[in-house]
């Protein structure tokens, strides 16, 4: 029954991979906060526009991927495919533009009708930042910085480069867009069909196309960095001394761009060749235009967003649950007790597992399946005597503790 599968891209995260993504995205938060990216929310899903107006009417997003469903009144809404486009329409319909600088952290479900494979699902998950209203060159070296210092927090900084480019701002966007034209178009019979379709929109994403035909002509083409004018071409020399000065290694790939069309000057990917063609992990770049073209105030800004799946695959090993106090009650008498016990430990910070049923040899048996530390016993000489018996499941060492002094002797196995 198809009905009981989940639906194609989507995915159970059980415990040990949910372990993994709580590990990303706890790491990328506090990362973030000791920068001073506070963190936000914006909606599931938004108006269709806001997604259609602003990532670019060629974009794999727009053209392809997104989730769209139609209200009864005719309204088009859409899940967010990316956190970006909801972020800065949250700046501009409440009023935020007022407070800037903004800075902030945002971790949460995407979704992209795409081909699942291996580090690519149709509902996935993304940590975000998002530097709002700093125009500046080290606004960008500050978020690559997070991004890097993220990784390096993970213990993947190793696994992963740091690919730059610079799309420049319009006016070089402008000339190597018909350099690009041109170019392609002396080759178009060779093109693909959706690059033939993006010479007329969009010659820059021809740049960024997956088709093997294309990546032949598109290595050939001429870089944007021969076309970036004398103000694009400081900036990114601003960016890159920037980096330099943090020790923040990189390579210059002219050939990067970003999907979406919104992007000026600074792009960046961190890529691994751990994850087979799903290399890219955490990727961004600034879009000094995306306010003014959603209609609200002109605001430069830059971010990234990083792939939690694709992070959580990297990590080394899953982290660990934390190990429990079991608590076991030796015969009926006691059950009265071990619950009563069981519940002021898990009130004093502790955590406590509490078998429902079973006799000692089953209930030590739980005990070591859940990777206990330490086992609380109460017997009925226990009780009368007024403490339990700890066992060390690591040493095996038993000890007798008083009952009103479990919780401060307990804190020393956490
Ligand atoms: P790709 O080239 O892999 O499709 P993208 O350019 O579409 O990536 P972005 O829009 O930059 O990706 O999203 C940022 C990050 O989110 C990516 O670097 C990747 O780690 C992750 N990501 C994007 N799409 C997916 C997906 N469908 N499944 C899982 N992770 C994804
Ligand atoms: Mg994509």
């Known amino acids: 029954m198809t009905a009981l599968q989940p639906v194609r891209g989507t995915r159970d995260i059980l415990p040990e991979e949910m372990r993994r993504?709580?590990?990303?995205i706890e790491t990328a938060r506090w990362v973030a906060e000791r920068y001073g990216y506070q963190e936000m929310a914006v909606p599931l899903f938004e108006f269709t526009d806001v997604f259609s107006r602003t990532l670019g009417e060629t974009s794999?997003?727009?053209t392809k991927e997104m989730y769209t469903f139609a209200m009864k009144d005719g309204e088009r809404l859409t899940l967010r495919p990316e956190a970006t486009a909801g972020i800065v329409r949250a700046l501009i319909s409440g009023g935020l533009s007022q407070h800037l600088p903004l800075k902030f952290f945002?971790?949460?479900?995407?979704?992209?009708?795409?081909?699942p494979q291996k580090g690519r699902q149709r509902q996935f998950h993304q940590i975000d930042i998002e530097l709002l209203g700093v125009a500046e060159p080290q606004g960008d070296v500050e978020v690559i910085a997070v991004g890097s210092q993220i990784l390096d927090a993970l213990g993947i900084g190793a696994k992963a480069t740091l690919e730059l480019n610079s799309l420049g701002d319009p006016?070089?966007?402008?000339?190597?867009?018909?350099?690009l034209v041109e170019y392609f178009g002396d080759h178009r019979d060779r093109l693909s069909d959706d690059s033939r379709a993006?010479?007329?929109?969009?010659?820059l994403r021809i740049l960024d196309s997956k088709n093997e035909g294309d990546r032949g002509l598109v290595a050939a083409a001429p870089v944007f960095s021969d076309y970036l004018n004398d103000y694009s071409r400081d900036y990114f020399a601003k960016v890159r001394a920037g980096l330099d000065l943090l020790g923040i290694a990189y390579q210059v790939n002219p050939r990067l761009v970003r999907g979406l069309d919104y992007y000026t000057h600074t792009a960046f990917e961190f890529v691994t060749t751990e994850l087979g063609a799903q290399g890219a992990v955490l990727a961004g770049g600034r879009y000094d235009g995306l306010a003014e073209t959603m209609g609200g105030p002109a605001t430069p800004a830059t971010g990234w967003a990083g792939g939690v799946e694709r992070l959580a695959m990297l990590l080394a090993v899953a982290p660990e649950p934390p190990r429990p106090i079991a608590v076991i009650p030796i015969g009926e008498a006691c059950e009265g007790i071990a619950l009563r016990l069981s519940e002021d430990l898990r009130r004093s910070g502790l955590v406590v597992d509490?078998?429902?049923a079973g006799n000692l040899n089953?209930?030590?048996k739980r005990a070591n399946k859940q990777n206990a530390r330490v086992a609380v016993l109460l017997g009925e000489d226990e009780l009368a005597a007024n403490v339990a018996t700890l066992r060390d499941l690591d040493?095996?060492?038993q000890e007798k503790v008083a009952l009103d002094q479990l919780a401060e002797h307990l804190a020393q196995f956490s």
């Open 21 to 24: 993504h709580r590990r990303v």
């Open 60 to 62: 794999d997003i727009v």
């Open 106 to 115: 945002f971790a949460g479900p995407m979704f992209r009708y795409e081909r």
């Open 171 to 179: 006016e070089s966007r402008a000339a190597y867009r018909g350099v």
């Open 198 to 203: 993006r010479l007329e929109r969009n010659p």
């Open 354 to 356: 509490l078998g429902f």
């Open 362 to 364: 089953k209930r030590m």
């Open 395 to 397: 040493t095996g060492v």
